[in-house]
């Protein structure tokens, strides 16, 4: 059964931290083929949402505060390891993220940069696309803002 973790950058333990940017640049890196900074000093003013499986990280996201990305709060790197897909991970983990900014954030705005693939599964969260489509890391992404809170 997966167990969540939820921890601000200075509560991650060093070998979190490793396994976290392992599995980013397991699938945005290599998976995916896209050369990009994965490191980018957003991690450090960011929330932290993963998932274990027998204590090795398998699902992770990262909630930024308004301001740091865009005037509304974040969600971000939102990535799942290629073996427990399809198992509803994904959708469950922004679900709790959603739940975890609206806490901390008391709102339930988001904006997210998100692969253009994935725009009827960030739908389903509410969120509206409101951009044209852009390359990011040479892959084709959307931005997309979630106003209301759904159900």
Same mark, same amino acid.
Not at 55 to 62: G, K, L
Not at 95 to 112: G, H, K, Q, S, Y
């Given at each position: 059964m997966i167990v969540?973790?939820?921890?601000t950058f200075e509560e991650l333990s060093v070998q979190e931290l490793y396994e976290i940017v392992r599995l980013r640049i397991e699938v945005f890196v290599i998976e995916q083929n896209a050369a990009y900074q &994965?490191?980018?000093?957003? &991690?450090? $003013?960011?929330?932290?949402?993963?998932?274990?499986?027998n204590?090795?990280? $398998? @699902?992770?996201?990262?909630m930024i505060p308004a301001g740091v990305s865009y005037v509304e709060p974040c969600l971000g790197r939102v990535v799942t390891a290629a073996r427990v897909r399809n198992e509803g991970y994904g959708k469950l983990m922004v679900?709790? @993220?959603? *739940? @975890?900014?609206? /806490?901390?954030? /008391?709102? $339930?705005?988001?904006?997210?940069s998100g692969q253009l693939y994935l725009q009827k599964f960030y739908e389903s969260f509410g969120f509206e696309k409101v951009s044209d489509v852009y390359l990011e890391d040479n892959l084709p992404?959307? *931005?997309m803002l979630r106003m209301h809170k759904v159900g």
């Open positions: 969540w973790h939820f921890k &994965d490191c980018d000093r957003k &991690d450090y $003013v960011s929330f932290h949402l993963f998932g274990t499986l204590d090795e990280i $398998v @699902a992770y996201c990262r679900e709790l @993220a959603l *739940e @975890a900014m609206r /806490n901390l954030f /008391n709102t $339930v705005e988001c904006r997210i992404h959307i *931005e």
